[in-house]
């Protein structure tokens, strides 16, 4: 449901919108493994998003929770999402804060990630920011952001590893034209898993003689990206940013504290430093018509990972929209993940010992449509599959959603 109304006191727009949809579901396979369960149930999901804006502040806060009960209970969760944004504009300088709380399940966090969907398990995701933009002149200007995540989940599972995430981002931009901007970027991060990895201490050829212990990782990236916007038509824009980005990589064992371990004893399983250099790639394309909608992303990044460590992600995502009439209009998503572990458990002679190398994808179909001004239903149905280097064979997901929603149209006022 979208209600909304907006008051302006003192030079001031307040603004209040609600909404609240409903729906059922039925996956046949809810944890994309070789041996498939299958869960039917309903979502509700009500949102609530304040707003108050001046001629030079802008502050919104949106809140989304999602209560999700099916017939097998491990399953159940109820997640809630919100995030506050704001920004403040001088002259020549804007400042920008935001903060996000996100308290969801590995039953919908996963896909992107390390794809150990398995159980409802809390996932804790916390996210800070801070950016500033300093306009040079009116074609130039330079931006500055900073950026924490801090990532928590309540699970035994072995792929889900708490971690931290932070970086500062420096960027420079031209406009050459008035539909073409030329944009520059280095970028610092630190990752730092926080969750022990296990390590085993020996010699090699011999059983390990000091058994197991645990070990922190952590990750430097170095990476630097050159781009280019372009506005093609009033209809049709594209973007392409190309760079590259240096990782080191390693590890603190906690047993490594003694002269012995350190002079007598080899890694015989965990995890070694390592140094990469990894390919970064941003590319949009972004359509719109009088009854259709397309936008297409592809990329290659390095990303972090409740695996413990960063993942080399090379990724496509396609979304279509066509209106086929008045009230109505069908949509298709896309989503191709193909990711691979920088770091992976290896012995001392440097043989790999396994990884998380994963290709997953996920592919949706559905229409929409307006019954009323406020009212809509939908349905839509998707496929996923998910191949990965420990699997026997490709697993594969059906899944029907039905919804309906209210969604007035939000209503302002000033005074």
Not at 26 to 31: A, E, I, L, M
Not at 43 to 48: A, D
Not at 143 to 161: C, F, G, K, M, P
Not at 258 to 271: F, S
Request: aromatic share 10%.
């Amino acid at each position: 449901m979208l209600v909304g109304m907006s008051v302006q006191v003192d030079a001031k727009e307040y603004s209040v919108e609600t909404a609240l949809s409903a729906g059922g579901e039925f996956d046949d396979n809810v944890r994309l493994q070789e041996e498939e369960i299958g869960i039917a149930g309903a979502v509700i999901s009500p949102e609530l998003n304040l707003g108050v804006r001046t001629e030079r502040l802008d502050v919104a806060l949106n809140t989304e929770l999602d209560f999700a009960r099916f017939d097998r209970s491990e399953y159940n969760s109820d997640d809630q999402d919100v995030a506050l944004t704001s920004s403040y504009a001088f002259e020549y300088n804007v400042f920008n804060a935001a903060a996000q709380l996100i308290r969801d399940s590995t039953r919908t966090s996963e896909a992107l990630d390390t794809g150990a969907f398995g159980e409802a398990s809390r996932r804790e995701f916390k996210n800070l920011s801070l950016g500033w933009q300093h306009f040079l002149t009116d074609k130039q200007s330079l931006e500055l952001l900073v950026n924490y995540s801090d990532v928590e989940y309540a699970s035994t599972n072995r792929n889900l590893n708490d971690y931290e995430n932070s970086g500062v981002t420096a960027g420079y931009s031209v406009a050459l034209s008035d539909r073409t901007r030329l944009i520059s970027q280095l970028a610092l991060s630190r990752f730092e898993s926080k969750t022990p990895r296990v390590v085993r201490f020996g010699r090699s050829g011999e059983p390990p003689a000091a058994g197991l212990y645990s070990a922190d990782s952590q990750s430097d990236s170095y990476g630097v990206t050159l781009g280019v916007e372009r506005v093609l038509t009033e209809k049709l824009k594209y973007s392409v940013a190309i760079g590259a980005n240096y990782v080191e990589s390693g590890f603190n064992s906690q047993a490594a504290e003694t002269d012995a371990v350190r002079e007598n004893l080899d890694v015989i399983e965990g995890l070694q430093d390592e140094d990469n250099t990894s390919f970064l790639l941003n590319a949009t394309l972004s359509y719109q018509g009088e009854r259709t909608t397309l936008d297409m992303n592809l990329g290659s990044s390095t990303n972090p990972s409740a695996n413990g460590y960063l993942l080399l992600a090379n990724q496509l995502s396609f979304d279509y929209n066509y209106r086929v009439t008045e009230r109505s209009e069908a949509f298709f998503t896309l989503e191709l993940v193909d990711s691979k572990s920088l770091k992976e458990a290896v012995d001392s002679s440097g043989r790999s010992l396994g990884s998380n190398d994963r290709t997953y994808g996920a592919a949706i179909v559905g229409a929409r449509y307006r019954l009323t001004k406020a009212w809509y239903v939908s349905a839509s149905y998707r496929y996923r599959a998910q191949d990965r280097e420990f699997f026997d064979d490709i697993a594969q997901s059906n899944a029907v959603f039905l919804q309906i929603a209210y969604k007035p149209r939000k209503n302002t006022w000033s005074r």
